[in-house]
């Protein structure tokens, strides 16, 4: 299994795009950690529609602390045997 980390910040305007290409991809044993970073726009909301969507997506949210530490947190995380990050 792979598991797929995305670090989101306050980017609603390309989430969705985002997020549904990843769902669509042919091979599917996958995870996607999905790592709020104390978004303060819709980036949550959509997050949280896409965990519904699709069981292989896992919702994280913390507080504001930087990419480097959200990357991390999703690593710690992860189950996979490979980890790739968006």
Known sequence: M???IVPVYNVENYLEECLESIRQQTFT???VILVNDGSTDGSKEICERYCELDSRFRLINQENQGQSVARNRG????TGEFIVFI
């Open 29 to 31: 044993d996958f995870e």
């Open 75 to 78: 690593v710690a995380e992860s």
């Open 2 to 4: 792979i598991s797929i």
